[in-house]
């Protein structure tokens, strides 16, 4: 932070507030692949909250946290703009629709073997 601080002419707290402000900005390097659970209106109505759950104890996360082998990152989205097929999911950069706990464990399983991609079911 220091060094764009100065390259901007700004002060650390300026660019510390930026940073934690806007949810893709990152102070650490995230996991090889990002799990994006939403938390929108229409995805909880259809049942994201239990995912989140299901999620969270699968990798043994909370939000904004990376598994020990750094191949996962969980975060909060607050729209993935499918909300007609909720509840959704992006992995990457791949959103899935009507996702369940059974199907991202799937997800999940195909990625912590090497050089998979995320495919929809």
């Not at 020990?68 to 989205?77: G, H, I, M, Q």
């Not at 993935?80 to 706990?101: E, F, Q, R, W, Y």
Request: proline share 4%; charged share 25%.
């Amino acid at each position: 932070m220091p060094v764009i601080a100065s390259a901007l002419n700004l002060s650390d707290a300026d660019i510390h507030g930026v940073i934690t402000f806007y949810h893709d900005f990152k102070q650490e390097k995230p996991g090889k692949n990002t799990i994006q659970i939403c938390r929108a209106e229409a995805c909880q109505a259809m049942g994201s909250r239990q995912l989140e759950i299901h999620a969270k104890a699968k990798l043994g996360l909370d939000w904004h946290e990376t598994t020990a082998d750094r191949n996962f990152t969980l975060e909060p989205v607050y729209c993935l703009g499918n909300c007609a097929c909720a509840p959704s999911v992006k992995i990457n950069d791949t959103i899935l629709a009507d996702m369940t706990g059974e199907k991202l464990d799937q997800q999940i399983e195909a990625l912590s073997l090497p050089s998979i991609e995320v495919k929809e079911l």
